[in-house]
């Protein structure tokens, strides 16, 4: 015989460790046995994480414009923000902005972003598009060789000059085309009007090859910092532009400051009124919203590093050009700005506990109050082994009586034996053993009786 003493003060440690098995052995019997129900929890699971999309794609494409430009050298500066991120964004030149929203807009071309001029897209034209906002102006510039122009009749002066319009499909040559419509006159009828690339551009006019170009593109951008660089090119004084930018909503109207090239050389001598677009960036709609969440944050952090030759710090970025759709990511940045979990967790992880909460906090708003109209698991699976066996007894007490056959009572009490058995293997939390073992002494009690009454048939 043992002499280990009785513990007279309960251990906690011991007791929660119990509990924690029971609670475990309890939920592996019910998933054994209810393993259609593990199924449906699981396929439930899969399908939200299908349908939410946690983890955005590694690889993203945005259409640049052309080589030497601005969009070019902004999207560069949006690489070292995705590569922190674990993301590689591949920059894909094209023709211009006409030429990335069209790839864009095609599913067929791999491009899930593009930098654009505003005023390039015909509201509507791109229900499949979303806009995260403008990111700078873009100056539509006139650069010229010869004696500076002013004054009236400046169409007529230059009607016999070969200019420059840049590409078809180009932001240039679409919004040029749309500035000259206003005076009655067509590109298509102008054979002095050239349709070159910015580069070569740059390069015939430096050369003395041509008289002028036009170009839409920011002042950062290395071809206009080249031609603002000639001392011997003139840049257009557009002394009517804010009438044109009343006409034309996507344009505004910009100075370029007196002396700001240069104070020393007082570079140029006079404000220079110009016409300006703004920098747009466009991307599908089913773009993954952590990549989206990704281009405003950074575009916010370039925004700050920008000269703002033209506008103010703060103003970009912002959903200026109206004529594609805002991207409810955008949206919502706009509105409120990044929640404070930016600060403290990768962003495609804060952006996923940011679109997932409300649905996370809608199921805990169910189950909870559920959860305590029932008790634990441990508990419930204890009392249906029980009560189910008390069931089984009443049913072989109630045939019992109604037999006369020894044959009857026989197989009665081997049911008996069979649930004896299985109520032995059965695995009941300890706070059901009491009545575990008060169901044994009731199957007893029944077996006796039978007995008794078989006994007493076989006398007779």
Not at 99 to 119: E, F, M, Q, W
Not at 237 to 264: C, D, I, Q, W
């Amino acid at each position: 015989m043992s002499n280990k003493p009785f513990k007279k003060t309960p251990s906690v440690l011991e007791h929660t460790k119990s509990d924690l098995v029971e609670e475990v052995s309890a939920w592996h019997k019910f998933f054994v046995h209810e393993w259609r129900w593990l199924m449906i929890v699981l396929a439930s699971l899969a399908g939200l994480l299908i349908f939410s999309k946690p983890l955005p794609p590694r690889d993203v494409y945005i259409a640049a414009s052309q080589p030497g430009s601005t969009f070019e050298l902004i999207a560069k500066k949006f690489v070292p923000y995705f590569e922190k991120e674990g993301i590689r964004l591949h920059l894909v030149n094209t023709a211009g902005s006409g030429a990335s929203i069209d790839d864009l807009a095609d599913r067929n071309v791999k491009i899930n972003a593009a930098l654009l001029v505003a005023g390039v897209a015909e509201h509507s034209a791109y229900p499949h598009l979303r806009s995260l906002g403008s990111l700078e102006h873009v100056p539509l510039w006139f650069f010229y060789r010869g004696p500076e122009f002013s004054g009236k009749g400046v169409f007529k002066h230059f009607s016999d000059k070969k200019i420059a319009v840049g590409l078809d499909k180009s932001g240039t040559q679409i919004i040029t085309r749309k500035v000259l419509n206003i005076s009655h006159i067509d590109l298509d009828d102008r054979p002095n009007f050239l349709r070159l690339s910015t580069k070569e551009a740059v390069q015939r006019l430096t050369d003395g090859d041509i008289d002028g170009m036009i170009v839409l593109d920011g002042p950062e951008g290395p071809n206009v910092q080249r031609l603002l660089s000639e001392q011997n090119l003139n840049i257009f004084n557009f002394v009517h532009a804010r009438t044109y930018a009343t006409k034309l909503p996507f344009l505004e109207m910009v100075t370029l400051p007196r002396g700001v090239l240069s104070v020393e050389e007082n570079r140029p001598d006079q404000n220079i009124d110009m016409l300006a677009s703004t920098l747009t960036l466009l991307v599908e709609e089913d773009l993954h919203p952590a990549i989206q969440q990704i281009f405003l944050m950074a575009a916010t952090e370039i925004s700050k590093d920008q000269s703002h030759l033209f506008g103010k710090p703060d103003r970009f970025p912002a959903y200026l050009d109206r004529s594609i759709d805002i991207s409810p990511v955008a949206k919502q940045f706009y509105d409120n700005g990044p929640s404070f979990l930016y600060r403290f967790l990768p962003i495609w992880l804060a952006n996923y506990v940011e679109r997932i909460w409300f649905y996370v906090f809608g199921f805990f708003a169910v189950i909870i109050p559920l959860s305590r109209l029932f008790p634990s698991l441990r508990i419930k699976h204890s009392v249906w082994v029980v009560s189910e066996a008390y069931e089984e007894i009443q049913s072989i007490e109630k045939e019992a009586a109604r037999t006369q056959s020894d044959d009857d009572l026989r197989n009665l009490i081997d049911r008996l034996d069979l649930l004896d058995a299985e109520t032995r293997e059965s695995w009941v939390t300890s706070d059901e053993m009491n009545r575990l073992y008060t169901m044994k002494g009731a199957i007893n009690l029944l077996r006796m009786k039978l007995y008794k009454r078989l006994s007493h048939t076989d006398q007779v």
